[in-house]
């Protein structure tokens, strides 16, 4: 079934295209990337389908629902971002613990959601550490789990492994594409990496001067005569 849909969702800033109108849908389960260049739009199609941008025309849907006026904090999405944005003074229990807090979960069921997905990133151990206690990897692992934890319709990534060196960043890229594997969620993410979005993608989608040049499976892109 569909997952996400945009039609002709579109960003101008005063004279610059941002993003030109542009129609993409997802099917649930799916790990789509955006991948192109720096200013080719991958952020703002990003951010206007996480509520954070405003488009200029268009329209966007999720679960078959119209969410162009919906506030970003209604949309049902998680994201993970470059930059872990882990609360800094909280331990990684209370991390992971803080967006069902503020669904009012009761405590138990707190528990044993947090416990359960420290378990899946294959880090039970560091519940009670700070965010600083641990290493990069270990860090966007963390930021995955507390994104994973309220299980949203869809996880939007913006370059999340931009940040960690090479062989940390192979790791990670099996360790997403596990997860994704695992629990089937819908994945969106971005990345100017070929090879990062050849290794993790179902499919791809090609972008260049604010617009979608192609898309398809990574076979259909790179591996067709
Ligand atoms: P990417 O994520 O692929 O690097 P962006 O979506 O960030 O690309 O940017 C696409 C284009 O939109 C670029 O030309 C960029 O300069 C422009 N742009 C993005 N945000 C703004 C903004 N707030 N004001 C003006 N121009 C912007
Ligand atoms: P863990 O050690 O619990 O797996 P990490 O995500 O930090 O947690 O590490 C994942 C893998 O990447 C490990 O095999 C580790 O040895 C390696 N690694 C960790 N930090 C770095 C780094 N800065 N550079 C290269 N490899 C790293």
């Not at 849907?61 to 969410?67: A, L, Q, T, Y």
């Not at 919906?70 to 992971?96: C, D, T, W």
């Amino acid at each position: 079934s569909e997952k996400l849909r945009t039609e002709q969702v579109t960003k101008r800033y005063n004279d610059v295209a941002a993003l030109q109108p542009t129609t993409l849908s997802m099917r649930d389960g799916e790990f789509l990337t955006l991948l192109g260049p720096s200013g080719s739009g991958k952020t703002t199609l990003l951010s206007l389908i996480a509520g954070l941008t405003e488009p200029t025309g268009g329209d966007i849907w999720i679960d078959g629902r119209r969410v162009t006026d919906e506030p970003s904090a209604k949309r049902g999405l998680g994201m993970v971002f470059q930059n872990y944005a882990l609360f800094p003074h909280l331990s990684i229990y209370e991390n992971i613990a803080f967006p069902l807090r503020m669904r009012r979960m009761g405590a138990a069921e707190i528990d044993a959601a947090v416990r359960r997905v420290l378990d899946l990133i294959h880090l039970p151990h560091v519940a009670e550490r700070l965010p600083r206690e641990l290493s990069g990897g270990q860090q966007q692992r963390i930021a995955l789990a507390r994104c994973i934890v309220y299980e949203p319709s869809i996880i939007l990534m913006d370059e999340p492994l931009g940040a960690l060196d090479k062989n940390l960043r192979e790791h990670m890229q099996t360790e997403i594409k596990r997860l994704h594997v695992e629990l089937g969620i819908t994945i969106l993410y971005v990345t100017h990496d070929q090879e990062e979005a050849l290794s993790m993608s179902d499919r791809i989608c090609l972008m260049n001067n604010a617009r979608v040049e192609q898309i398809g499976t990574p076979a259909e892109l790179y591996f067709k005569p």
